[in-house]
């Protein structure tokens, strides 16, 4: 289901099936805010650039341990809140338009399936 730009808001189209004749009902009700989406971007890029000073990461955004990745988003799922409501509001491609790092769709995609 592909993101939506509403105004300010980002959202996701949300099928749900109703009735006995199998028709769907689209549902804009998901929607973060640019706000949201901004705090989530600066949340991400804290992550990375910790991630980075850490030797996780190259300086240009690819993965030198990907266990060590995948380890960190783990242990501090509190760590991106903001990342997390983000995605589950459906503007994981909007985050990742702007932060366009090689770890940032791992973190991104770790983050999604918490």
Do not use: C
């Amino acid at each position: 289901m592909p993101d939506h730009v509403f105004g300010s808001k980002v959202g996701r189209d949300q099928y749900t099936q109703s009735g006995s004749n199998n028709s769907f009902v689209v549902n804009h009700g998901a929607e973060v805010s640019r706000a949201e989406v901004d705090a989530a971007v600066e949340e991400l890029r804290a992550f990375v650039a910790q991630l980075t000073r850490d030797g996780v990461v190259h300086a240009d955004g690819s993965v030198a341990d990907p266990g060590a990745v995948v380890a960190a988003v783990e242990s501090q799922p509190n760590r991106l809140r903001a990342l997390a409501g983000a995605i589950a509001g459906g503007a994981k491609d909007a985050v990742l338009s702007v932060v366009k790092d090689g770890v940032a769709a791992l973190i991104v995609a770790l983050v999604g399936r918490m």
